[in-house]
C-alpha cells in the first residue's frame, strides 16, 4: 500500500494511491474529488474501510509539506520548487509462517534529490542532504509527528492493505474472468508463422500462463517472447506470449490459464490469419 505526492511550489500538489502495484485512486489540490477504481472501494464495508486509509490527508504529509516549501522555497533559484513524498508498507504472506512486514518508509525528495526519509529501526527522521538538517531535528523534537508516522507505515498501513486485499481478492473473484484466445498469423521469417496467446481480463497477481507444445511447456529459451502483464485500465490486466513456429508443422499448441483454483486449456485451432484454410 502506497501513497505517492508530489507538490508544486506552495498550493498544488497531487496525491496517487496504489495497492498491490496498481493506482487505485487519486486526488489532488484544485478541488477534485477522490475517484477510487474499484467498485469494493464505494460500497459497504470497503468504502469505509478506504475512507480511512489516510495516506493523502496524513498529519505528517500536511505538516511536513508546509514546512520544507515554507523554509525551502526561496532557495530554489530556477523557478518551480517541487517535492515528492513515498508512504506506504509492503508485507509478505506465508501460508506457514502468516504476515512479515517487508518494508515501511515515509520519504521526502527536493527538486528530484533525497531529501529526508523516516528510520524504522531508529524512530527518527534522517536527513539525505545537509540541507534538511535544520529540518530533521525540528520534525525529530515533535513527538506526535515522530510517533504518528511510525504508528501508520508500521502497524495500520498492514492492517490496511491486508484488509484492503482481502476485499480486492473478493472482487476479482466475482467479476474476473480471464478471455483467452490462440491464434496464428504469417511471420516476417520465410516459411514461419507467428504462434499468439493472448490472455486478458485478469486480475494482475493470480494468473499465469503457460504455451505448450504437443505436452511439453515452451519456454524463453525456445524463443517464447512474452510482452509482459499490462494493465487494461478497468483493474484487470492482459497479457500476451508468442512463438515463430513452422507453418508446415505436425505438432499441437496450446495455451493454459491458470486463474487461482480454476485451470482453462485453449487449443490452436491450426489456422493461420490470411488463409481460409486450416494448415492441413
Same mark, same amino acid.
Given at each position: 500500500?502506497?501513497?505517492?505526492?508530489?507538490?508544486?511550489?506552495?498550493?498544488?500538489?497531487?496525491?496517487?494511491?496504489?495497492?498491490?502495484?496498481?493506482?487505485?485512486? $487519486?486526488?489532488?489540490?484544485?478541488?477534485?474529488?477522490?475517484?477510487?477504481?474499484?467498485?469494493?472501494?464505494?460500497?459497504?464495508?470497503?468504502?469505509?474501510?478506504?475512507? %480511512?486509509?489516510?495516506?493523502?490527508?496524513?498529519?505528517?504529509?500536511?505538516?511536513?509539506?508546509?514546512?520544507?516549501?515554507?523554509?525551502?522555497?526561496?532557495?530554489?533559484? $530556477?523557478?518551480?520548487?517541487?517535492?515528492?513524498?513515498?508512504?506506504?508498507?509492503?508485507?509478505?504472506?506465508?501460508?506457514? %509462517?502468516?504476515?512479515?512486514?517487508?518494508?515501511?518508509?515515509?520519504?521526502?525528495?527536493?527538486?528530484?534529490?533525497?531529501?529526508?526519509?523516516?528510520?524504522?529501526?531508529?524512530?527518527?527522521?534522517?536527513?539525505?542532504?545537509?540541507?534538511?538538517?535544520?529540518?530533521?531535528?525540528?520534525?525529530?523534537?515533535?513527538?506526535?509527528?515522530?510517533?504518528?508516522?511510525?504508528?501508520?507505515?508500521?502497524?495500520?498501513?498492514?492492517?490496511?492493505?491486508?484488509? %484492503?486485499? %482481502?476485499?480486492?481478492?473478493?472482487?476479482?473473484?466475482?467479476?474476473?474472468?480471464?478471455?483467452?484466445?490462440?491464434?496464428?498469423?504469417?511471420?516476417?521469417?520465410?516459411?514461419?508463422?507467428?504462434?499468439?496467446?493472448?490472455?486478458?481480463?485478469?486480475?494482475c497477481s493470480d494468473t499465469t500462463v503457460e504455451v505448450y507444445q504437443d505436452d511439453d511447456i515452451i519456454t524463453e529459451e525456445d524463443g517464447l517472447l512474452s510482452s509482459g502483464i499490462r494493465p487494461n485500465g478497468d483493474g484487470t490486466c492482459q497479457l500476451r506470449k508468442s512463438l515463430d513456429i513452422s507453418n508446415s508443422t505436425e505438432a499441437s499448441y496450446?495455451?493454459?490459464?491458470?486463474?487461482?483454483?480454476?485451470?482453462?486449456?485453449?487449443?490452436?485451432?491450426?489456422?493461420?490469419?490470411?488463409?481460409?484454410?486450416?494448415?492441413?
Amino acid at each position: 500500500l502506497l501513497g505517492t505526492y508530489t507538490a508544486v511550489n506552495s498550493d498544488e500538489f497531487t496525491c496517487v494511491l496504489w495497492l498491490d502495484g496498481e493506482a487505485v485512486d $487519486s486526488y489532488s489540490s484544485n478541488g477534485t474529488d477522490s475517484v477510487p477504481r474499484r467498485n469494493w472501494m464505494r460500497e459497504g464495508r470497503g468504502r469505509s474501510l478506504w475512507k %480511512s486509509v489516510k495516506l493523502c490527508n496524513m498529519k505528517h504529509w500536511d505538516r511536513g509539506r508546509t514546512d520544507i516549501l515554507k523554509n525551502y522555497t526561496g532557495l530554489n533559484m $530556477s523557478g518551480a520548487a517541487v517535492l515528492q513524498g513515498r508512504f506506504g508498507c509492503e508485507i509478505e504472506r506465508n501460508p506457514d %509462517s502468516g504476515v512479515r512486514l517487508m518494508t515501511a518508509f515515509a520519504q521526502y525528495r527536493w527538486n528530484g534529490e533525497d531529501f529526508l526519509s523516516f528510520s524504522l529501526s531508529r524512530l527518527q527522521w534522517e536527513a539525505s542532504a545537509g540541507s534538511a538538517v535544520p529540518m530533521k531535528r525540528k520534525w525529530n523534537r515533535d513527538r506526535d509527528i515522530t510517533m504518528e508516522t511510525n504508528n501508520y507505515i508500521e502497524h495500520t498501513c498492514v492492517i490496511h492493505l491486508l484488509d %484492503s486485499l %482481502s476485499f480486492e481478492a473478493e472482487e476479482s473473484q466475482e467479476t474476473a474472468q480471464p478471455t483467452a484466445a490462440v491464434f496464428a498469423k504469417r511471420s516476417l521469417n520465410p516459411g514461419k508463422v507467428i504462434l499468439t496467446c493472448l490472455v486478458s481480463g485478469f486480475h494482475c497477481s493470480d494468473t499465469t500462463v503457460e504455451v505448450y507444445q504437443d505436452d511439453d511447456i515452451i519456454t524463453e529459451e525456445d524463443g517464447l517472447l512474452s510482452s509482459g502483464i499490462r494493465p487494461n485500465g478497468d483493474g484487470t490486466c492482459q497479457l500476451r506470449k508468442s512463438l515463430d513456429i513452422s507453418n508446415s508443422t505436425e505438432a499441437s499448441y496450446s495455451c493454459e490459464v491458470q486463474f487461482r483454483s480454476l485451470k482453462r486449456l485453449v487449443k490452436w485451432d491450426g489456422k493461420i490469419w490470411d488463409q481460409a484454410e486450416p494448415k492441413h
